[in-house]
Nanobody, 128 residues
Framework: QLALVEFGGDSVQPGGSLRLSCAPA????????IGWFRQFPGKGNEGVAC????????NYDASVKGRFTISRDNAKDTTFLQMTRLAADDTATYRC?????????????????????WGRGTQVTVSS
């Protein structure tokens, strides 16, 4: 089964930073858009950010804009989410997903994009 793998989740204090990584297991996603999503306890996945295959288009949810940055290194077949000024409300399980049609819209998945190759997730906990 094709899957993505996330790394970098940790427990940090408010105001801290983390960098998450997303990479495929056994295949390549260099031609696909990649999105980051997060799931709060008892809730569904919510879009955080996305990026097209060549990095020309990025979109962010309003809750993270100005604090989080999505980027990718296609030579390493890895997509990153740099998170700064973390707050307790950012505590969630973070997952990445690929869109095979290379779509990255402001809706970040709520428009039925990003339905391929989800990861299991990595836990981010922000507390004092």
């Amino acid at each position: 089964q094709l899957a993505l793998v996330e790394f970098g989740g940790d427990s940090v204090q408010p105001g801290g930073s983390l960098r998450l990584s997303c990479a495929p297991a056994g295949f390549t996603v260099v031609k696909y858009a990649i999105g980051w999503f997060r799931q709060f306890p008892g809730k569904g996945n919510e879009g955080v950010a996305c990026i097209t295959s060549d990095g020309s288009i990025t979109n962010y949810d309003a809750s993270v804009k100005g604090r989080f940055t999505i980027s990718r290194d296609n030579a390493k077949d890895t997509t990153f989410l740099q998170m700064t000024r973390l707050a307790a409300d950012d505590t969630a399980t973070y997952r990445c997903a690929a869109d095979l049609l290379d779509r990255c819209t402001p809706a970040i998945g709520s428009d039925l994009t990003f339905r391929d190759y989800w990861g299991r997730g990595t836990q981010v906990t922000v507390s004092s």
